[in-house]
């Protein structure tokens, strides 16, 4: 069972994702045993998507990643990541 869920809403994060991401993975390896990173790409039209999911190949036993069709605003995006996840505590950030 997942202890913690840390959702990650993007947009337009091609330039933080990948380091906020990777950070996160090393912080969370150290303290935790079951994790995950849900990202939600709300809609960006930049490279945020490429890099999400190179996130989720290199990753991919804690990075989950879902993308929005168009941008939905960042409550509709972490409502997203709650149907997703499946810890048993969330917490919430920005890329």
């Known amino acids: 069972m997942i202890q ?8 337009y994060g091609e330039k933080t994702i990948a380091n906020l991401t990777d950070a996160l993975v ?9 994790y ?17 999911r190179e996130l989720a ?3 991919p036993d804690v990075v989950a990643y879902g993308q929005l069709t168009r941008n939905f605003s960042e409550h509709n995006a972490v409502m997203a990541a709650l149907n997703i996840c499946s810890g048993d505590y969330a917490v919430i950030i920005d890329d």
């Not at 840390?6 to 947009?11: F, G």
């Not at 090393?26 to 079951?34: A, D, H």
């Open 4 to 11: 913690l869920s840390v959702i990650i809403t993007v947009y």
């Open 26 to 34: 090393n912080q969370l390896k150290t303290y935790l045993n079951s």
């Open 36 to 52: 995950e990173i849900v990202l939600i790409n709300d809609g960006s039209k930049d490279l945020s998507d490429k890099i999400c």
């Open 57 to 59: 190949e290199k990753y």
